[in-house]
């Protein structure tokens, strides 16, 4: 097994490991005065963007603290702000920023259309890049041999392009990934681990929109590398890797006895890498990532939300040594938390991007909703989250709930639970978290194991509305394993939500039921959607799934009910 060549930089790695625990070190410095940090950005957004047509209508040129901030902004989501943002997209100067957007990533929302967030280098360099660099740190510290070749890092969300889609402005509208930010911004030490791999950028043409195709053509060259970590953010990248690896393995093995890649020559054939695979594919019967990179050291993904009821198991896939550190909560607009440490899920409040309030997650968000700041938030529970940030999105609600695990030096350290949707069909008003919750909690009750699960509300015919739960069990479940299963994900659903426990009680909702799918269903269903032409990166696990099509998708046509799938 080879690896990629050393960087032709041999100075790039120490700059690289200079930069990211600088950052790091800012960061925790910056947890002294948490307080003071936050008004800084206030009065920097403020007075960088109080000139814009926004901060204008918000008199943002008069205000000082944050209760005025607050009185003038009024909590906004995405579709709120939208209006001043396409006009942004349409090119006019001056709308929410100062200085011009140079990109827009491109984020899904909860409708599955995709957002136009605008990039400016202010917010660039004042609020992403700081995060950005911090969030390497455990990684660098831990796992330096995972830095020191460009081959051993398997990036699956790095997916650049030559030619990247446009605002009617003519600025790229792309996926963070997709952004070069060393050329974009000036930010030469800012490509990730992976990023400088022999298969970073493609060797042979591939459609912009064939993502199966690209995901399977830097799979079979990473074959041939001493991969050592994998990094994947959205957590249903990082399961899909073994199930394509079965998929994909009789042509990886033979594209490196032929020396091809996607039918074409590459480099020199490789019978005794060929011959090696083989007899580890008849040894172990099915081939798991453990098999083919021994030298697995760490995954980099998110480990929260449904990825915490399969992420234990699918880690053993990699390694039975192999260590997965949290990836940034953050999304596509800003930065809320970063882990610092080795914390398994949480990461810390980034004091130094943006300004934060939270509001309790089972209030309804509004235009007028009371806030809180990161010292009111209490351990254990869990919260909207809103920023503001000199990017131009002002009281911001992301439209995510994180949850408070702990504090460090005073400064509220925070996990991703779910998305801030309701599934609300008698009053019940259940959100990710409180689901997700309870099915860890119905699950350990019963030694029992999932590959992935979803949900909906059943409300046709007579009776009242139940929710129905596709599972696909690791290992078969017998029907009484799945009734009584059943029977405690009622019993931990009710503890989880007033609402839920009132609506069974005065029967607007039936018990709920059971469908059990082939262990393989969500990784086949996750495989046809980015087939269909979705990015990688924007498929993610989803919880409530209640559109008739894509569920009958998932679940076929005459799936099994309770019992053994």
Not at 514 to 519: D, Q, T
């Amino acid at each position: 097994m080879s690896s990629a060549e050393p960087s032709t930089d041999p100075g790039r790695l120490s700059r690289y490991r200079t930069r990211v625990f600088g950052e790091r070190e800012r960061l925790q410095s910056a947890f002294a005065d948490a307080a003071g940090h936050q008004q800084r950005v206030l009065a920097d957004l403020l007075e960088f963007n109080a000139g814009t047509r926004y901060g204008a209508a918000h008199d943002f040129g008069r205000i000082r603290t944050l209760d005025d901030f607050r009185k003038a902004v009024p909590v906004q989501d995405y579709a709120a702000l939208s209006p001043w943002i396409e006009r942004v997209a349409a090119g006019e100067p001056g709308v929410l920023t100062a200085d011009q957007p140079a990109v827009f990533f491109t984020s899904s929302g909860t409708t599955g259309a995709h957002k136009k967030i605008p990039v400016t280098p202010r917010f660039m360099h004042t609020t992403f890049f700081p995060f950005y660099y911090a969030a390497w740190a455990p990684l660098a510290e831990h796992f330096p041999d995972v830095l020191r070749s460009p081959g051993a890092v398997l990036n699956l969300k790095h997916d650049p392009l030559t030619a990247p889609p446009t605002t009617a402005s003519g600025r790229p509208h792309v996926g963070a990934s997709q952004v070069d930010f060393g050329a974009r911004f000036g930010e030469p030490l800012s490509a990730e681990p992976g990023t400088r791999a022999p298969w970073a950028s493609l060797p042979v043409a591939v459609a912009p929109d064939a993502h199966l195709e690209k995901m399977y053509l830097r799979l079979r060259l990473a074959v041939q590398s001493d991969v050592r970590c994998v990094i994947g953010i959205n957590p249903a990248m990082v399961a899909a890797l073994p199930y394509q690896l079965g998929l994909w393995w009789p042509r990886i093995v033979k594209e490196i006895r032929d020396g091809t890649l996607g039918g074409l020559p590459h480099g020199s054939p490789d019978p005794e890498r060929a011959a090696e695979l083989e007899r580890i594919a008849a040894r172990h019967g099915t081939v798991r990532p453990a098999h083919i990179w021994p030298n697995m050291r760490a995954l980099f993904c998110w480990t929260t939300g449904l990825a915490s009821l399969y992420l234990p198991r699918l880690r053993e896939e990699f390694g039975a040594g192999v260590t997965v550190l949290p990836a940034p909560v953050a999304a596509s607009e800003g930065p809320v938390g970063v882990a610092l440490d080795r914390h398994p899920s949480a990461g810390s409040l980034v004091v130094t991007a943006s300004v934060y309030e939270f509001v309790d997650a089972d209030a309804d968000l509004g235009p007028d909703v009371e806030t809180l700041l990161p010292h009111e938030l209490e351990r254990g529970r869990d919260y909207h989250v809103l920023f503001s940030h000199v990017g131009g999105l002002y009281r911001y609600a992301v439209g995510d709930v994180v949850r408070v695990v702990d504090r460090v030096a005073g400064v509220p350290r925070v996990e991703y639970t779910g998305r801030a949707t309701r599934s609300n069909a008698a009053g019940e008003r259940l959100r990710d978290a409180q689901v997700i919750r309870a099915l860890d909690s119905a699950l350990r009750a019963g030694g029992l194991e999932l590959r992935n699960v979803a949900c909906r509300v059943r409300g046709a015919g007579p009776g009242p509305a139940a929710y129905e739960f596709a599972l696909a069990p690791r290992t078969p479940w017998s029907a009484d394993e799945t009734a009584r299963f059943t029977t405690r994900l009622d019993d931990a659903l009710g503890r989880e939500s007033p609402g839920y426990r009132t609506a069974r009680a005065q029967r607007r909702l039936a018990a709920p039921t059971a469908v059990l799918l082939h262990p393989d269903a969500f990784l086949r269903d996750w495989q046809e959607s980015v087939g269909g032409g979705i990015r990688p990166t924007q498929v993610k696990d989803r919880l409530f799934r209640q559109d008739t099509g894509p569920w009958q998708r998932l679940v076929g046509p005459t799936p099994a009910q309770g019992g053994t799938p």
